[in-house]
């Protein structure tokens, strides 16, 4: 069992930054892929990021390379989303998530955090 906890989102005008943190419970968060998914109004949950449990692979959405950068501290149980040159394009809820699989697929994730809001104003 893990247990997600976001923090980390505000509102930043077009061209600022954020960082997004995602704190882990269980014992078990060192083996598990941990991703960022977003969702705008009135769009489906989107993949943005994800890591390998060991941290070799990382993966972006086309969207967002260059700009974002995950990364994850095992020792403290959190992963991070590194947000720059935000767009309002980038404004949506944010969301960490958990699986055992190595995967980008929001299907494949099985625990989920209850999200932060990011709002890029033009």
């Known amino acids: 069992q893990v247990q997600l906890v976001e923090s980390g989102g505000g509102l930043v005008q077009a061209g600022g930054s954020l960082r997004l943190s995602c704190a882990a419970s269980?014992?078990?968060?060192?083996?598990?892929?941990m991703g960022w998914f977003r969702q705008a109004p009135g769009k489906e949950r989107e993949f943005v990021a994800a890591?390998?449990?060991?941290?070799?692979?990382?993966y972006y959405d086309d969207s967002v390379k260059g700009r974002f950068t995950i990364s994850r501290d095992n020792a403290k149980n959190t992963v991070c989303l590194q947000m720059n040159s935000l767009q309002p394009e980038d404004t949506a809820v944010y969301y960490c998530?958990?699986?055992?699989?190595?995967?980008?697929?929001?299907?494949?994730?099985?625990?989920w955090g209850q999200g932060t809001q990011v709002s890029v104003s033009s």
């Open positions: 890591m390998w449990w060991s941290g070799e692979l990382t």
């Open positions: 998530a958990a699986t055992p699989y190595r995967t980008t697929s929001r299907s494949g994730y099985r625990y």
């Open positions: 269980g014992r078990t968060f060192s083996s598990y892929t």
